[in-house]
């Protein structure tokens, strides 16, 4: 036999295609040949498959080899063909009966040396597989548990090319998922830690009842960053499609750790102020890896210092916030990742950022304005919650008396919140205020009482609110009701999402 195909996998962004990998074995000039649309890494493979055939003790065949990667419109990344390319050419030459790999997908980086290496992706790989009605996969070991979440699939693993030839030729075993036990998860810093600051608890929880982005403007030391970081602390476990996204993510940029359990955790993303717009929103040679905008998807983008970032990268982040996906076009074809985020901004109010404020400031009023000009208006347009925190005062930083609510009394009521909305907007298929377009908040049956509204529309035909603003208030109005157990929201929650929105009467 000349010819031999074995399924592998292919991805384009979190989206995987079936790839067919075809050998054909002539007569002629010994020699490799590989279409398809591959990329240097697999241009590579033909060097990396022969010595691991050889170094696996089996026989290069000396004929002319011609390898295709069907459909062959489909851009190839990477080195996890390998193992299905070396186990094509055995099988084209006539060495493996290839029966036993039938409807199976094979997936693995060979080293020179026959070890079968793990690679990054195999969850997607995996999912995109079963999605075509494949069962069955080999896998290498170190992606064993990670391709075992995937309910339905039959995951074997192999370490070695060696080992994947014996199970073939004369079926010996390969070898079973490893259940390892959970990776335990340190416990987060908590809302209880926060001193004062009843205007910024308040804003984070609302924020995390809707899913609202919130930017925090203050003095240092008036605990921005504490209560960013608490954020994640309150917002509820990641459902199984949820999880199945963020783990997916995660997995393509090498960034998961050990066990191959789903990520359940909201993830937690804070750049450095020198990040550029790639490291944000994705980029690289080839074709663009997640960036931090989709490694913080289902979870909170926290830019500590945001004036501190680049005007280009800040701008970048707009189109995210509104639609929930990073779009990247590259000369070698376009990527597409989830970013359905909360973003968290924190600033301080001038270049000087004297702790006591205005005070002692030295900064000029032009200097101020400036500073917080980097924050562009259509960017913090976007961003529902805005409030201004005070400096924290001795009794409050002091006090002995009752503590704070911690980070799990909060976390329930933004848990019973989110299930309200939940019910409310199933019929919607979304889940949580800040992604309910506003036309259906303004049409029955949920348009709000104009007495309630007044204020509201008031703003909005002087101008100090922009449309979107009137639709993000009202997102905020529903999230304030739910906090509080109240099935539609009312005057007074109008007006405090009002305050939460302009940062007035902080």
Known sequence: MSYAKVLCVGLVGVAGHVVEVEADLAAGLPGVTISGLPDTA????????????????????????????????????????????????????????????????????????????PVRGVLPMV???????????????????????????????????????????DGSPLLPPTANAPATVAEGPDLAEVAGQRLGRRAVEVAAAGA?????????????????????SILPELDDDAALEVTALHSIAGLLPPGGWLLRRPPFQAP?????????????????????????????????????????????????????WVRVARTRGAMEYPARMQLVLAANPCPCAKPSGDVDCECTPLARRRYLGRLSGPLLDRVDVQVRLLPVRAAELLEAGTPHESSATVAARVADARRAAA??????????????????????????????????????????????????VIRLAWSIADLDGRDRPDGGDIAEAIQLRTGEGA
């Open 42 to 117: 697999l241009h590579e493979a033909r060097d990396r498959v022969r010595a691991a055939i050889v170094n696996s003790g089996q026989k290069w065949p000396n004929r002319r080899i011609t390898l295709n990667l069907l459909p062959a419109t489909l851009p190839k990344y990477g080195s996890a063909f390998d193992l299905a390319i070396a186990v094509a050419v055995l099988g084209g030459s006539g060495e493996l009966p290839l029966l036993p790999l039938d409807r199976t997908v094979v997936l693995g980086e060979l080293g020179l040396d026959g070890t079968v290496r």
């Open 127 to 169: 999912a995109a597989a079963a999605r075509a009605g494949v069962a069955r996969v080999v896998v290498p070991a170190g992606n064993a548990a990670e391709a075992a979440v995937i309910p339905g699939m039959q995951v074997r693993a192999v370490d070695t090319l060696h080992r994947l030839v014996a199970f073939v030729r």
């Open 212 to 232: 609202h982005h919130l930017a925090l403007l203050g003095p240092p030391g008036a605990g921005k960053t504490m209560l960013a970081e608490r954020l994640p």
């Open 272 to 324: 450095h102020h020198t990040a550029t717009v790639p490291a944000l929103v994705g980029g690289g040679s080839g074709l663009a890896r997640p960036g931090a905008v989709s490694l913080a998807h289902r979870g909170v983008l926290f830019l500590d210092e945001a004036p501190e970032f680049s005007k280009g990268a800040l701008e970048a982040l707009r189109q995210p916030l509104e639609s929930g």
């Open 423 to 472: 019910d409310r907007w199933a019929s919607t298929g979304r889940r949580v205020n800040a992604e309910i377009p506003g036309p259906y908040l303004r049409r029955p049956p949920w348009q709000l009482p104009g007495r309630d509204t007044r204020e509201l529309r008031k703003r909005l035909d002087s101008g100090s609110l922009s449309a979107r603003g009137f639709d993000r």
